[in-house]
């Protein structure tokens, strides 16, 4: 072997070995703050790794959840990820932030990817977003310095969780569209009207809301009509 060709060799190897070393760290367990009111047993951190990486997002699941799986719950995982990547990328992140504006990008994080986390939490509850992952941890304690939003476990294999993820979507473009740049918080029954309008918006009732999240609320309202949006 000649001089040159076993410097190349070399250069090769420590490449390849980076790469790897890369490639595992970005597969590892992280941990995250959580909002405790929220979570299905009232933790305030969860550890999660990286179970899939879309073009906008990277998707991010509670390890113990991922554990508590079969090997045909997590290969079912695998494709309800694969399958809601491929929704947010080609449809409610387009249709959404054409509509209501973009999120803050690249962001805190300096990546022009959000992040989403699954977790456990309450039956009762989709997700939500968190307004302190935006802020330097210096500012707040439990920032997750990170543009994200938080999406229930319980409905990853559900086409709910679709509809949920546009919803939270709104949440995270009005904290850069309003919150950031003029110190204002959106008044709650406005906030949460503009997300309730994003799975229309995004298209995912295009062929009918038969058995969606929409049906349901809209059966609730016809139920209590007379409750007030503002209180």
């Known amino acids: 072997m000649t001089r040159s060709l076993a410097k190349n060799v070399l250069i090769f190897t420590a490449l390849a070995g980076a790469f790897f070393l890369l490639a595992g760290t970005a597969n590892a367990s992280q ?18 790794t990286l179970q899939y990486e879309g073009n906008r997002a990277h998707y991010f699941v509670e390890d ?6 079969s090997p045909l719950g997590r290969q079912q ?41 699954i977790t456990q939490m309450k ?25 994200m939003v938080y999406l229930n476990s319980k409905m990853v294999t559900k086409p709910y969780i ?7 979507l709104q949440h995270l473009i009005q904290y850069n569209q309003k919150q950031k740049p003029k110190n204002i918080v959106e008044e709650l029954w406005l906030n949460e009207t503009l997300s309730e309008i994003a799975p229309t918006i995004a298209g995912l009732y295009d062929t009918g809301y038969t058995g ?18 503002v209180l």
Not at 215 to 221: A, D, E, G, M
């Open 64 to 69: 113990s959840f991922v554990n508590s799986l």
């Open 77 to 117: 995982l695998q494709d309800a990820l694969k399958e809601l990547s491929d929704t947010f990328d080609k449809q409610i992140y387009n249709r959404v932030t054409l509509v209501y504006g973009l999120p803050w990008t690249p962001g805190i994080d300096n990546d022009i990817k959000i992040t989403i986390l």
């Open 162 to 168: 679709k509809e949920f993820l546009a919803h939270e």
């Open 212 to 229: 969606t999240n929409f049906q349901n609320r809209l059966s609730t309202f016809l139920t209590t009509p007379g409750e007030s949006f």
């Open 123 to 147: 039956n009762s509850i989709g997700g939500y977003f968190r307004s302190e992952d935006e802020m330097r941890r210096a500012v707040s304690t439990s920032s997750n310095e990170r543009e």
């Open 31 to 48: 941990q995250f703050f959580i909002d405790t009111s929220y979570d299905k047993i009232g933790r305030n951190t969860i550890d999660a």
